[in-house]
Structures are given as structure tokens and as C-alpha cells.
């Protein structure tokens, strides 16, 4: 019995380590992790030939050779992507390399979904470049389920490749429309990628290559910007200029830049590591310097044993030479300044390209890239995207148009409507009144201009449908698969005349189109201290990412004080404790904020909206001021009136005192002189100012910033704006009388006390008149 024992047990330890193996994409219900393909093992050096003179002397040390990185593109650029609702869909490109294209390759997708998901009636699709990939079942509600297929040939080409993913859900027991908000599939964006077979995949050969950096397993893009000459004050500029370079040809929506005298190696997917400095300089970091680099202007890409495979190395014999090496890189992905731009590049995140709108436009949903959709369920969503400039101004009176070609059955019941969101805020709703189905054809909705901002600006139509059926909710009925509502690419929008003048300050304006430093006829003044690599980190981050919203470089001048700006548009990066106090007080921020801010009362978070929700009942009705404060809501609720549109002369602001958990501020105030714009961006160390710049530059916390001054809270993210009571306009168009007109009628829409006042005055006028021509026309008794 005992020797049977030691038998199993033998056989037992000579299998285990075949089972052992990890599968890649193991279906069971625990979730397995990403196996990284090992590393192929070097060639053997071939020994030295025995007859061959001298043999018997030592052979020189061979430079080793960086690891090839795992040839893998996430395919995400996002920090989280969840499809939400009973339809979702999500639609951006990747750039892939021409080895990347040509190579054999697999598509992997992980994701978790809701436990309410009917897995029978809801299904998750991709497809690349219009051809489905996957098309399965939602059923992974216990743990994260992994598939991989096989990418066809030729299906992917060099440059952008588009991908869809939408997903259709239904829920098991419910059929409410409150119901179809707990519907929810999260794509798992450190598990959806796609893997090629051949290893020169992973590789850069060429300098635009870089376009293919992609992101990381979660939804960043790092490039490491390593200057060895860093401490010269020349090298500033060149590294702002470059990195502005990187980020447009890039042009990813979460991307950020760490600048140091010696990087890390590049060996994820997502980062590039990026050398820059005079070739005499290289030698500190690089074990062999290009002799490209010794002989004039060069942009090149190496492999070093240090930095890794596929370095980027800008260099030349002096500075000047590694300027005009910028200058070979930017001069692919600038444009001049003063040109019109007819669209955003947004692919990378959203396709297809956001339409710049500069004046009366009309799109159909189709050029949008809405395609004609039909829909069996309770709550269906989609939406499209525009852009307006940075001198849009009809917030307060202009409307847009939505020509809405749409259809819905006989099942659909009164009481059902279609809602349009501007910015995630309600804009328009349309109510379904009458029953037995109707043929929608060109249907106008009005919708307000309130909620839009220079910049990309996404509009939503969500239909929301009530029917007998649901009512009864028979068992299956969730599952019913006969259309009841169908959205059209024949729908419009029609975007009217707007006013078109520039406001300082505008923060808005400075993250959708990089306002006023994009049209700057000179170069921009950059104060920052240059002798820290996070200062200098967090300033290339933030140039890079209102360069990419401006859609050409930004020039800076790294060289000037801050009390020699003068009349020039500036920029001030530093930690609290480093801005002059002139500065301070010119933009908004008190004084004493480099001495408290940062401070902590307490370690835990406290439940904003609970206390706030706590005072409010406290303080409902107690006094005349809790009346005031309640009339005050309701007017802003039901007429979008506020105490300050009743003013005809806007009171003080008082100074801005960043505290508590705040991580980074941005405020924006006209220069002394009243002649330009300063932008102050600041925290409470630097250490904090870099962090929060990369929070900051992230896409959904950049088209956030608003108002005069913005924070973002350094725990959760949190983005809050102060509008701005004061501003001045600035003429950005020439002359003309209807231009005028619009910014009046906003104005004065903006302005209801002045409004009034003028018809008071106008109607005094007008008596006045009337008494007096009637009394030199009319009858005398």
C-alpha cells in the first residue's frame, strides 16, 4: 500500500509542472492574469576560428543588446471604459506601424458585466475597420471573462485603424426604465489588446512610428523626456518645443511627459523614452551615441541596453542643430498660424473628426458619424460631436436645431419622450403625446446654447419609451425583440449665426482651442523654475496638451522674468510657495495660500453631499435669508437667472484661498495693463504640481476647466470651476454690424437688470418723442 503511495505521489510531482502552465485565457470563473511571452533567448556567439592568427587573444566584450518588448497594443485610451444602459457604443482609431499591420495578429478582450444582465438576450460586438471581430454573449458577471480571436489578414493596415465597440444588454427581471441604469458592462482595459506574432512589431524604425505609442493597461500615454544637459537654461526650450512636437504627432487624450537627466527604461507598451541634447552631452546616458548625431541635425531611433529597444534620439553638434532637428519633427504636424481649422483631431478617442464650426452650418447625422439605428428596448442613447471657436458667445440666447428624422411603433405609449443633452446637461425634450406609431420626418428641436463651450462639444439624443407590454412584464418580455423606436442618418443639425467675440478670462477657451496663446504673434513667456525636473515636467505636460487643443506648437520663450512680461500673454508654473506675489493678486489667489494651503484637517474624506444636504435642511426656511436663498434656487432652476444677471455692476471676487485636499489650481486674470492674459497654474509643492498637471491634462478633467480659476481635488479628481463676474471683451473679427447685433442680444440677455434698464430708458425716450411731435402735429384746442 505504501510503495502504491509513493508511486501516485511520484507520477503526481512528474505532471504537475505541465499542469502548472498558465493558460492566457483561462474561461473559468477565476480571472486569470495576462501572460507576458517570453523573452527569446540570444543567439549563440560563434566561437573563434583555431587557425586564424592571434585567436589565442581575449575576445572584446560584446555590447549586449536590449530585450524586444512584447509586441502588444492595449487598445483602450481611456482610464475606464463601462457601456452603460441597454445601448452603448464607442467608436476611436489606433495608429499602427507598418510591421504592426503586416503582421499575424490576435484581438483579446476582457470584461465584467452587471449581475442583472440577461446574458441570452445582450451581446457584446467589435469590429475593426467595419469587419466584426467578436460578437458574444454578455455572461461574466462573477468575475472577468477573457476571449481572444484571430485578427484576419490584411484586415488591419498601416495608420488608423477604427474600432466599434457596442454592446446591447438587457436585464433579467425588470422591465422599468429605471431598471436599464443598472445595466452596466466594464471593459477591462489592462486585458483588451492586441497581440502580433512577429517580434519588429514592438520595434520603431522610423520617427513618425511614434504615432503607434499608443497606451499602457490603463489608459495612459508616458513619453520620458531624458536631457542630460539639463541644468543649461538653453535646454528648456528646446524640451517645451519638443514635447509639443510628440504630443501632436501622438495625439492621445491622456498624456504626459517626465523630464529628467537620466529615464528609466522604456518596457511597457504606452511609453517612449526620448533622449535630447547636443551629441557631446549623449554620452552620459546613452552607451553609444549615433554618429548621425555628431555630424548635423538628427532624429533617429536606437536600441541602448540602458533606455531599451526603440529610443528616440534628438541631437546635433550645438543646440541650434537640435533645434532644427525639432524643426524636422514639428514641421510634419504644425500648422500655420491664422489658418482656419475645419475639424478637431479627435480620432484617437472619438471618430470620426469633430467638425469645427465657425459660423450657420447644417450636418447630417450621417457626416456626424450617426449611423441609422433601430432599437427594441425602454431607454436608447446616441450622440455626435461639434466644435465651436474660442470667441463663441450666444450661451445665454442663441439655439441650435436638431432635425430629427425618427420613428416609433404602435406600441409606444403617450407619456414617452426624446430628451437632448449638451455636456451630460439637459438641453431639449420632446414629448411622444399621441399613440398607434408615427414617421418622424425632419421633426425641429430647439436646443439651448447654454451648455456649450469652445472646443469639442458632445450632443445626445436619448429616447425614453413607455409601453403596455413593459407594464405587464410577462416573463421573456425583457427579451422581445420587435423594434419600437429607429433613429435615421438623414436627421440634421443646423447650427445658427452665434456671436463671435473673445472674453478674458475664459478658461474654456484656453482647453478647448488653447486661447489666447494658440494666435500669440510672438513667443509665449514661460516662468517656471527651470532647475526642477517637476516643474519643468509638469510645464511640458501642460504646453503639450494646449498644443494638442490649439492644433499647431506653441512657441515659448523659457528665458524671460517674471517682471519683464510687460504686455504679453504669460504663463506661471510653480509651486505656491515660488509665485511673486504680484502675481497672486493679479489673477485671484490670496496671498496667504503658499502658508496654508496643503494643510490637512483630517484624513477621511467627508460626504460632501450628505452635510451639504444636512445644512439645507437645517437652515430651510429659517429666516428671511434661508426665503431669499430659496428663491434664489428656484429662480436659477426655472428661469436660469442668478443674483449676478440682476446686477448692473458686478461685485468684487474675492481672492481664491485653495484648501483642504485640493491638489492643483489654474487661474486666469487679465496682466496688470489690462493689454494680455496670465495663466497662473500652481500647487502646494512640486512634487503636487506635477501630479496635478497630469491629472489636469487628463481629456475628461481638461474640457472640465471653466470659469476664471479651476481646482482639482488631488483625492478623487474632482474638477471644480469658479464662472468669472468680470471680464473684458476682445474683438477677435472684423467689423460687422450683424457680429454686433449678437453680441448685444447675448449680452443683454446675460444681463437682465441692464436689459430692464434699457426698456425703461428706450421707453421714456419714446414718450418723450411722441409728446413732442404730437405737440408740433397734433390739434391744438
Known sequence: MRRRLASIALLALAVSPAMAQTSPFDMSKEAPAIVTPAPQPAAPVAPP???????????????????????????????????????????????LTP?????????HLGYQNAVVVAPEASRLKVSVNGSDLVDAPIASSDNPSDMSVAIPAKLLHAGLNDITMSAVQRHRTDCTVESTYELWTQIDTSRTFISFDDPEAGRWKRVEDLRAIGVDDAGATTFNLIVPSMSQTVSTAPAVRLGEAMALMANMPNQAFAVSEAGPAATKPGVANIVLGPAADLSKVLAAVPASAEAGPSATLIDDPTLGPSTLVVSGPSWQAVDLAIDDIAKQVDRPRGSLRTSLATRTWRTPDVPMLLGPRRLTFSELGVSTLEFA??????????????????????????????????????????????????????????????ILRHLPIKVTMRHFRPGDNTIAIEAVLMTGVDAICAPGATAEGAQRFAVFDSSEFVMPAFARVARIPNLAGTSGTGYPYSIAEYATPLIMDRTQPETVSAGVTLLARMSVAAGRLIPVDTLSAATAVNDRNALFISAISQVPA????????ASDAGSTWGERVSSIHPDTDATFNQW???????????QVSSFEDWMS???????????????????????GSVGIVVAQQESPTGEATWTLVTAPSVNALQDGVRSLSGQSAWRKMTGHITSVDAGDDKVVSMPATRFDFVETQPFSLSNYRLIIANWLSANALSYAVVLIVLSILLGFATSVLLGSLGRRR
Open 616 to 626: 439645507r435642511e437645517k437652515l430651510r426656511g429659517s429666516g428671511w435669508r434661508g
Open 582 to 589: 504680484a502675481v497672486l493678486a493679479q489673477v485671484g489667489v
Open 49 to 95: 576560428d583555431a587557425s586564424a592568427p592571434g585567436s589565442t587573444a581575449p575576445m572584446a566584450a560584446a555590447t549586449p543588446q536590449p530585450a524586444v518588448p512584447s509586441a502588444r497594443r492595449y487598445v483602450v485610451p481611456f482610464a475606464e471604459l463601462v457601456f452603460s444602459g441597454e445601448y452603448s457604443r464607442r467608436s476611436w482609431s489606433i495608429f
Open 377 to 438: 428596448g425602454r431607454r436608447v442613447r446616441t450622440d455626435f460631436a461639434v466644435g465651436v471657436p474660442s470667441d463663441f458667445y450666444a450661451e445665454s440666447y442663441g439655439q441650435a436645431t436638431i432635425l430629427l428624422d425618427a420613428a416609433y411603433s404602435q406600441q409606444v405609449l403617450p407619456g414617452s419622450h426624446i430628451d437632448v443633452y449638451v455636456n451630460d446637461s439637459i438641453a431639449a425634450t420632446v414629448p411622444i403625446t399621441t399613440s398607434g406609431g408615427e
Open 99 to 107: 510591421e504592426q499591420a503586416a503582421s499575424k495578429a490576435d484581438f
Open 637 to 659: 432652476r426655472t428661469f436660469n437667472i442668478s443674483m449676478n444677471s440682476l446686477r448692473i455692476f458686478p461685485g468684487p471676487e474675492a481672492p481664491f484661498a485653495p484648501q
